[in-house]
């Protein structure tokens, strides 16, 4: 073999080795990469929460609660329920704290989705989120426990 082509395997063989070895860490960082944009289950409570959902603006949020009042609530409980929605909207309109925006609209979205699947009749408060309520809210929702029994009274006093 002459210089020549010793000179011109040596530098093919050098080229190939280069681009063995670029082919070889581009597939390395491309592994690497993928596994570093996996989620993983350290730390997590997978199963225990469901996954999260994407929260509406609060205009929006508050069209969808009043349709689903007027789509598939009786007249009586529409009415006691969209004066209700109006006023905790206002109440909340000039809040500030991020926390208590996105616990307001997360609750009043979960209640949107039960109110379109007709999930909420008959269901049970959640003992976790009424230890979490305040005094004031225990006792607006004592209050409507009492419109609601005095309303069934007054229902079955009509129908007797």
């Known amino acids: 073999m002459t210089s020549l082509e010793e000179l011109c395997i040596g530098k093919f063989q050098s080229s190939h080795n280069n681009s ?22 350290a730390g997590s ?3 225990l929460k469901p ?15 009043l349709r ?8 009586e409980m529409r009415l006691l329920g969209d004066e209700y929605v109006k ?11 991020p926390v208590h925006i996105i ?3 997360t609750e009043w979205q979960m209640y949107a989705q039960k109110i379109e699947g007709d999930s909420w009749m008959g269901e049970k408060l959640d003992s976790g989120k009424i230890d979490k309520m305040s005094d004031q809210q225990l006792g607006q929702l004592y209050e409507l426990m009492q419109a609601i029994q005095k309303k069934q009274r007054e229902d079955g006093a009509d129908n007797v």
């Not at 860490?25 to 491309?30: G, I, L, N, Y």
């Not at 929260?55 to 969808?64: A, F, K």
């Not at 006023?87 to 704290?97: I, L």
Request: no cysteine.
């Open 87 to 97: 006023s905790e909207f206002r109440a909340h309109r000039n809040v500030e704290n």
């Open 20 to 41: 063995i070895a670029k082919l070889e860490s581009t597939a390395r960082m491309r592994i690497s990469s993928r596994l570093l944009a996996l989620p993983t289950d």
């Open 51 to 65: 996954a999260p959902i994407a929260l509406l603006p609060p205009i929006p949020l508050y069209r969808r609660v």
């Open 45 to 47: 409570t997978a199963g």
């Open 103 to 105: 616990g307001f609209l």
């Open 68 to 75: 689903g009042h007027r789509k598939f609530l009786p007249r």
